[in-house]
């Protein structure tokens, strides 16, 4: 159960940071990453019941990137369970300052089912993102900068993953855009399928 | 009205503390010493808690930044937190650790889309915190990143969270830090570039705000660096005395 916080990792996509090396070395990053670039998706995110996601008028399109989120249990710093999650967050170019209206907005985080998982078994198959049944999107752990236990590894150099907590392990720098009233799938072979829709948000 | 969080006899439980400020009462009408009290970081589980950088214009003056245009917002983990009189691991190179004393303001009841005129009725109470970075660690990716804010135990907070009918003026209060006694940080709530009702109209545009979330509403000027077994404590007027201790590893 995710009684703690929810943490992911950007710029952990190869593909995605080959093409920013240069962006790296200039204003305002200076440098390549060193430690993993880490957020917290607030409670207010979460969508555990399959209920579809609110996006504000304002909002033309949304980033849906799929991932995996892993679930720590009560050996310090070992996943118990996988999922898969839809990390949805307003387009921004820039990586500077923490993009907290853009990742934390209610519902940004549908996730489906946790299960028991195998790791070799997680890298093997590729994450494949559906809009209206077609297929949009595919990536796999292999892109991963840092696979799994690499990741762990360097966030638990600096901060524990308790109980309760959640990892979500990287996104696609690639990863589609989608609007209000569309249908999202989210599948990989040894997770169960995650089904959600975007619908405009209504202010109660 | 002043409620506490504390470790008694294998649980952890919210105390309202005695008008004299000598015990800590509990719901079942048992009397706990402030001595001696195991004092938790007065934080609900589950909750959001949002940080602000550069918002007071001497610090960011101090830091060489100009002042943001929009609220620069971080969020805390639930490592993070550490109550009243605990210790904070000080790695060994962390040389450049350094306290931020900031009014917490923690809010009571579900908003979204909050005006600006009701704003400060969504403010159930107000906290210290000690909101340490440690400026080794800075990257310019996600800053302040999390290896600098986000470490375990390196957010005092706390002692106590006093009622927000108990505060007159949230924006008229002095704060202050001292490390063994010295003075190294001063200033008043006054100073704020985004004031808490600003915070919760920015805040409470984007996502809904819930009971027992958290806003650490940045920190004045003065920049100092402790070291293992310093005592460092933050204080603001009307709220409390937060006192904490750096450890170094060993």
């Known amino acids: 159960m995710i009684v703690g916080s929810v943490y992911g990792v950007v710029l952990n996509d190869r593909e995605q940071n080959a093409g920013m090396m240069d962006a790296f070395g200039q204003k305002p990053y200076a440098a390549p990453p060193k430690a993993p670039v880490l957020y917290i998706k607030p409670h207010n995110t979460l969508r555990l019941d399959g209920a579809a996601v609110p996006v504000p008028g304002e909002l033309p399109e949304v980033e849906a990137a799929a991932t995996i989120a892993l679930l720590f249990g009560d050996q310090l710093g070992v996943p118990v369970a996988a999922a898969l999650a839809l990390d949805v967050c307003e387009p921004h170019a820039s990586y500077y300052r923490p993009a907290i209206r853009q990742r934390c907005r209610d519902g940004f985080l549908p996730m489906g089912s946790f299960v028991a998982y195998d790791l070799v078994a997680l890298t093997k198959s590729e994450i494949l993102t559906l809009i209206d049944g077609v297929q949009v999107h595919r990536w796999s752990l292999e892109r991963l900068v840092r696979a799994i236990p690499d990741l762990i590894a360097d966030v638990t150099a600096f901060m524990t993953l308790a109980d309760g907590d959640v990892l979500l392990i990287g996104l696609a720098g690639d990863a589609p855009r989608a609007r209000v009233g569309q249908r999202i799938e989210v599948r990989h072979a040894a997770l169960p399928q995650l089904v959600t829709s975007f619908e405009q948000e209504v202010l109660a | ?250």
């Open chain 2, 1 to 250: 009205m002043r409620r506490a969080r504390i470790f008694h006899q294998g649980r952890a439980v919210w105390a309202v503390l005695s008008d004299d400020q000598a015990e800590l009462l509990l719901n079942d009408g048992v009397r706990v010493p402030v001595d001696g009290a195991q004092w938790l970081a007065p934080v609900t589980p589950g909750a959001t808690v949002f940080a602000l950088g550069l918002n007071y214009a001497d610090h960011t003056a101090e830091l060489g930044f100009k002042a943001p245009a929009e609220p620069l917002v971080f969020i805390k983990g639930q490592n993070s937190f550490v109550g009243h009189n605990g210790t904070s691991p000080r790695p060994q190179d962390g040389n450049q650790m350094h306290p931020e004393c900031e009014l917490v303001a923690i809010i009571g009841k579900p908003g979204r889309k909050i005006s600006r005129e009701n704003a400060l009725s969504y403010v159930s109470g107000y906290t210290v915190a000690c909101d340490y970075a440690i400026r080794e660690y800075l990257e310019n990716y996600y800053r302040p990143n999390l290896r600098v804010k986000n470490r375990d135990a390196t957010t005092p907070l706390g002692p106590w969270i006093v009622d927000a009918a108990d505060v007159a003026d949230p924006q008229a209060l002095a704060l202050s830090t001292t490390v063994n006694g010295k003075i190294v940080q001063s200033g008043s709530t006054a100073d704020m570039v985004f004031d808490i009702a600003g915070l919760i109209v920015y805040l409470s545009d984007f996502m809904t705000l819930k009971p027992g979330d958290m806003i650490l509403t940045g920190t004045p000027h003065g920049v100092h660096f402790v070291a293992g077994g310093d005592e460092v404590v933050c204080e603001i007027e009307s709220i409390g005395r937060l006192v904490n201790y750096p450890k170094l590893p060993g």
